[in-house]
């Protein structure tokens, strides 16, 4: 059939069939294909939006951008490197939490290019979008500190931030016999900002529990000038740092690990040039972190290399048809899965609008939680917003270490995670803080 002939019967045909061609040309091309929404990431932030993008677009017209065939509650971590919960219940298929009806892109993201809605994958496929969600989650960078990751071959020493080291960190408080227990946080930000506290808490739990507690000198060092960053709930750690003798070190940042001699060696921030070397018995590392290569490298970053969002509606600064959630981007808030929870209702109302041509109304407050676990049955649940203000959803004081919060971290959250935020059904306890405090929002 002669080109001018087919092409004048599809217009006969009508705009169906119009799209029908469409698809099928572009879903036959294995290296070209566009997309109404596209998600990059299959982390918390990135699976949670495809979900509700799904329900808004429709199936078949969101897809997800990820390599992983495993997809992690990393929380849950914090208690795996204590022994607490066994590795296995952390991690499910990637193929088992993508959304029905959005499709999976099993490659990595390679280049960004939002001046052409464009993205380029590593396995040579370019993606085409309407609207693109970035979730990219952050990069862990432990080989900036010099010794590691190849340290981690060596015994008594761990990290509870990466699913291939943090079993480490519980064979190295099983292990422990006497002498320095390490803790440390990097001049970076984190995601968790508050897990480097939390498994310190439970490592002078355990000792106490195997009789080894006064053998053992706790010694936490913290790039930071503070325990933690918001005051109600830093005054609450300090005095559970003096009551169980465990030993505060402000403005230090690990540089360098000597595993063979059980040596680290931090720089002093505040005198430049000068460094201490602690020996230890067990260290347990927060690496350096950062948004990922691929992020950096693009005109959606900011001058830190962090995707560039308007902090209340997370639509970006530059390309209003791109968007960013969670860990990836410049949202003053700490990194955690309360965080995306939140963000996630919001951004959700965000393209809605926008969708419509209309103005974003909806304002993210910065909430975020962070459950800081304070022994193996009692917990400080923290909650607050951009100002460091506490943003608590219970009517009773959240500051005080609780029996219940802890049993709400460790047991409730997980299942609310795989059967609510990730389908999208979950976008953080506003509401219920409302009912809580009878329609006020704090």
Not at 166 to 190: C, H, M, S, Y
Not at 288 to 295: E, F, I, L, N
Not at 384 to 390: C, H, K, L, R, V
Request: aromatic fraction near 8%; charged fraction near 20%.
């Amino acid at each position: 059939m002669p080109v001018a002939h087919h092409s004048s019967l599809l217009r006969k045909l009508g705009p169906h069939t119009l799209r029908l061609r469409q698809f099928h040309l572009t879903t036959g091309c294995a290296d070209k294909s566009h997309h109404e929404v596209l998600v990059l990431g299959g982390g918390t932030g990135g699976i949670t939006m495809s979900a509700r993008m799904r329900r808004k677009v429709g199936a078949g017209n969101v897809a997800v951008v990820e390599p992983s065939e495993q997809h992690y509650y990393q929380p849950i971590w914090t208690l795996v490197g204590a022994g607490a919960k066994p590795l296995k219940m952390s991690g499910r298929p990637t193929a088992s939490v993508i959304p029905s009806g959005v499709t999976w892109i099993k490659s990595k993201v390679q280049e960004l290019d939002p001046d052409k809605n464009l993205v380029r994958t590593d396995d040579g496929k370019e993606l085409t979008y309407r609207y693109l969600i970035v979730a990219l989650g952050l990069q862990l960078q432990y080989h900036k500190i010099k010794g590691l990751p190849e340290g981690f071959g060596a015994s008594r020493i761990g990290s509870n931030y990466s699913v291939n080291f943090v079993e480490k960190t519980w064979r190295a408080l099983q292990d422990f016999e006497e002498g320095n227990a390490i803790f440390t946080f990097p001049n970076t930000p984190i995601k968790c900002a508050g897990a480097p506290l939390k498994i310190m808490y439970l490592s002078d739990h355990h000792f106490r529990k195997v009789g080894k507690r006064s053998k053992a000198n706790i010694i936490y060092n913290t790039s930071l000038p503070v325990i933690f960053g918001v005051k109600k709930y830093a005054e609450t750690l300090l005095e559970i740092v003096k009551a169980r003798n465990i030993n505060v070190n402000y403005r230090m940042n690990l540089i360098e690990v000597h595993a063979d001699k059980r040596e680290a060696v931090f720089e002093l921030l505040d005198s430049p040039g000068e460094t201490k070397t602690f020996q230890y018995e067990m260290l347990h590392v927060t690496p350096p972190m950062a948004s990922p290569d691929v992020v950096q490298q693009s005109s959606l970053a900011d001058a830190g290399g962090w995707v560039d969002v308007n902090k209340e509606t997370l639509q970006h600064m530059k390309y209003p048809n791109v968007f960013g959630i969670g860990d990836c981007t410049n949202l003053p808030t700490s990194k955690t899965a309360a965080a995306v929870a939140a963000q996630s209702a919001i951004l959700s109302q965000t393209i809605s609008k926008v969708m419509k041509n209309q103005r974003p109304l909806s304002k993210y407050d910065g909430y975020t939680s962070c459950p800081l676990v304070t022994s193996y049955n009692k917990c400080v649940l923290a909650e607050f917003d951009y100002d460091g203000e506490p943003l608590e959803t219970f009517p009773f004081n959240q500051g005080k270490e609780r029996r219940t919060m802890f049993h709400m971290k460790a047991d409730l959250m997980p299942i609310l995670y795989w059967h609510a935020l990730l389908r999208g059904l979950w976008g953080g306890p506003a509401p219920l803080r409302k009912l809580m405090h009878l329609g006020s929002s704090k």
